[in-house]
């Protein structure tokens, strides 16, 4: 069986960290190179953060390349309270990859060069604000015909937000380049929402479970989720969903369905687009369930996953 061309761009962040190693532990996939953008912490650290998962992964030999260090419009965003000021639960590595094993060619431009070496053949799969997939497409008008598919982790299908009431924080992150990427790309997008992640959270038994599997990859996790662990109990001990019920690996959806197409039990599919002015609303995605908008690619947008086929995939990411 061919195996699945992927190409990935983070924003690792921990549930980036989890998907990566999910990604390199499937045997049908083969990673051609990862992209970090700006996003759960700034870029530098993405990028270290990301090395420092391919060593413990023993797979330095997959390239990395640096990406957008900020939204389209400038702004920065970041979600340290939950990944830590570094990105990956704030224990650092005094061993870790320094940032010249990262290549010198721009993300955005290793981006379109992946895609136009193996046209037709590579899936993208973005678990990170959109910004480096919408300079790709400005740079490249003909980069979405490239694509296979386009796998997102972002936005929302009923309105519920993270970082603000009405927005996912990929979204809120940078809503231009959402924007441009939903309303502008052409081959089929896979949107994991935050709400899909929210209805499949883990129980806690599964997370302590997951991490206790005695090997390097699982004392790693252990280490780097610990941060998040607590704030997503705290939050849920005050019944504030911020990250959901349980344990909630948002990336790691999107990924799963990269992989295994067979995970994803059920979906709709309508016309999205993203709100840029509400007061209260900006960054939220649109689901245009009466097709006023007329659009072409309708995204297909998950809605069941097989959580046992999902476990699955989450145990072997550490084995
Ligand atoms: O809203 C969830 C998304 O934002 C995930 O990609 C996670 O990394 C967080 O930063």
Same mark, same amino acid.
Request: neutral net charge.
């Given at each position: 069986?061919?195996?699945?061309? @992927? @190409?990935?761009?983070?924003?690792?962040? $921990?549930?980036?960290?989890?998907?990566?190693?999910?990604?390199?532990?499937?045997?049908? $996939?083969?990673?051609?190179?990862?992209?970090?953008?700006?996003?759960?912490?700034?870029?530098?650290?993405?990028?270290?953060?990301?090395?420092?998962?391919?060593?413990?992964?023993?797979?330095?030999?997959?390239?990395?390349?640096?990406?957008?260090?900020?939204?389209?419009?400038? *702004?920065?965003?970041?979600?340290?309270?939950?990944? +830590? !000021? *570094? &990105?990956?639960?704030? $224990?650092?590595?005094?061993?870790?990859?320094?940032?010249?094993?990262?290549?010198?060619?721009?993300?955005?431009?290793?981006?379109?060069?992946?895609?136009?070496?193996?046209?037709?053949?590579?899936?993208? #799969?973005?678990? &990170?604000? !959109?910004?480096?997939?919408?300079?790709?497409?400005?740079?490249?008008?003909?980069?979405?015909?490239?694509?296979?598919?386009?796998?997102?982790? &972002? &936005?929302?299908?009923?309105?519920?937000?993270?970082?603000?009431?009405?927005?996912?924080?990929?979204?809120?992150?940078?809503?231009?380049?959402?924007?441009?990427?939903?309303?502008?790309?052409?081959?089929?997008?896979?949107?994991?929402?935050?709400?899909?992640?929210?209805?499949?959270?883990?129980? /806690?038994?599964?997370?302590?479970? /997951?991490?206790?599997?005695?090997?390097?990859?699982?004392?790693?996790?252990?280490?780097?989720?610990?941060?998040?662990?607590?704030?997503?109990?705290?939050?849920?001990?005050?019944?504030?969903?911020?990250?959901?019920? +349980?344990?909630?690996?948002?990336?790691?959806?999107?990924?799963?369905?990269?992989?295994?197409?067979?995970?994803?039990?059920?979906?709709?599919?309508?016309?999205?687009?993203?709100?840029?002015?509400?007061?209260?609303?900006?960054?939220?995605? #649109?689901?245009?369930?009466?097709?006023?908008?007329?659009?072409?690619?309708?995204?297909?947008?998950?809605?069941?996953?097989? $959580?046992?086929?999902?476990?699955?995939?989450?145990?072997?990411?550490?084995?």
């Amino acid at each position: 069986m061919a195996k699945k061309l @992927l @190409l990935l761009d983070v924003d690792a962040g $921990v549930d980036d960290a989890q998907a990566i190693m999910m990604a390199l532990a499937a045997p049908n $996939v083969q990673i051609l190179g990862i992209t970090c953008t700006h996003g759960n912490t700034e870029i530098d650290n993405v990028c270290k953060n990301v090395l420092r998962v391919l060593k413990v992964c023993k797979r330095t030999e997959i390239p990395v390349y640096r990406g957008a260090a900020s939204a389209l419009l400038g *702004d920065q965003l970041t979600a340290s309270q939950y990944h +830590g !000021q *570094d &990105g990956l639960g704030d $224990v650092p590595d005094p061993n870790a990859p320094e940032l010249e094993h990262i290549h010198a060619e721009h993300a955005v431009n290793a981006m379109i060069r992946i895609a136009t070496e193996h046209a037709g053949q590579v899936s993208l #799969v973005a678990t &990170g604000p !959109q910004t480096n997939v919408a300079l790709a497409l400005k740079m490249d008008p003909t980069f979405p015909s490239k694509l296979k598919h386009l796998y997102i982790m &972002g &936005g929302n299908m009923e309105g519920r937000g993270n970082v603000s009431v009405c927005s996912e924080f990929n979204f809120a992150a940078d809503p231009e380049a959402a924007y441009v990427v939903l309303n502008h790309f052409t081959c089929p997008i896979y949107i994991t929402t935050w709400e899909y992640c929210l209805r499949h959270a883990l129980p /806690w038994e599964f997370f302590k479970e /997951w991490l206790h599997q005695g090997t390097k990859k699982a004392c790693f996790m252990k280490k780097i989720t610990a941060h998040s662990e607590t704030f997503a109990k705290a939050k849920q001990g005050r019944k504030e969903l911020y990250f959901g019920p +349980g344990f909630v690996p948002c990336d790691s959806f999107a990924m799963a369905a990269a992989i295994d197409e067979s995970v994803v039990t059920d979906y709709i599919q309508y016309g999205v687009s993203v709100e840029l002015q509400g007061s209260l609303t900006r960054g939220m995605m #649109v689901m245009d369930t009466l097709n006023h908008l007329k659009k072409q690619n309708r995204a297909i947008i998950l809605t069941k996953c097989d $959580v046992e086929k999902f476990k699955l995939l989450m145990m072997s990411a550490l084995k």
